[in-house]
């Protein structure tokens, strides 16, 4: 769903994407799964998972940008949009419709595990969040102003060393009410004086944002 977000963002704000993977299960490696997870399905999903990801990093490694994001497209609109059972055979279906299941024979290279390990340690150290959880994700997918209101956001969040900032949204009533950032503060432009902004705490990192930006 955020990469579909992303395609929305980038095809209204003229950027280009440089598809990459982002692997939970590195990111909690150590850590135990909780007990009603920890099943051979579930682990069974968990691999294959790894094996979609190996795939990108594959079209990657081979210079094929557009590739990568075809696959992300395909699979996703199937595990996510159709709430489809991840399976071996539907991996097999989304490579094919995104042109690359010649890469699912390389998905046990080593080489490609290391390329996802170094691709999440690449997006932690630019995000920069050494001490705090961050979630961030879309449903249902964003688009227009929407879309880039959650761009604005996110660079924000990315912007604040080491701590997750307090993040006050100065936007109305209705306009907080209709959409905001996860845990943001309201603190309405026009009542925004000494007394409404000692609520915020001063040993975190402060990122203001509303409609149009920071």
């Known amino acids: 769903m955020t990469s579909r977000w992303v395609v ?31 099943t051979p399905p579930f682990r069974a999903k968990m691999d294959l998972a790894a094996r979609a990801l ?17 696959f992300y497209a395909e699979w996703g609109v199937r595990f996510h949009e159709a709430d489809r059972e991840p399976t071996p055979e539907l991996l097999a279906e989304a490579a094919t419709a995104a042109g690359v299941a010649g890469l699912l024979a390389l998905t046990d290279d080593p080489k490609l ?50 701590r997750m900032p307090s993040s006050p949204e100065v936007l109305p009533r209705d ?19 000494a007394e409404t902004a000692a609520a915020l705490d001063r040993s975190r990192p402060v990122n203001v944002y509303c409609w149009d930006g920071l």
């Open 54 to 70: 190996r795939v990108i990093e594959a079209a990657v490694s081979q210079g094929d940008n557009e590739a990568a994001g075809r």
């Open 113 to 162: 595990e290391a390329a996802t390990a170094h691709s999440l340690e690449e997006a932690l150290r630019l995000v920069a969040f050494s001490d705090a959880e961050v979630h961030w994700g879309c449903r249902p997918i964003p688009g227009g102003s929407s879309c880039r209101r959650r761009l604005t956001a996110l660079k924000c969040v990315a912007s604040s060393p080491k």
């Open 8 to 38: 929305a963002v980038a095809r209204d704000r003229g950027l280009e994407i440089c598809w990459r993977t982002f692997s939970l299960a590195l990111l909690n490696e150590g850590r135990p799964l909780p007990a009603f997870l920890d």
């Open 175 to 193: 306009e907080y009410d209709e959409e905001h950032l996860p845990e943001a503060i309201h603190l309405p432009l026009k009542e925004l004086d």
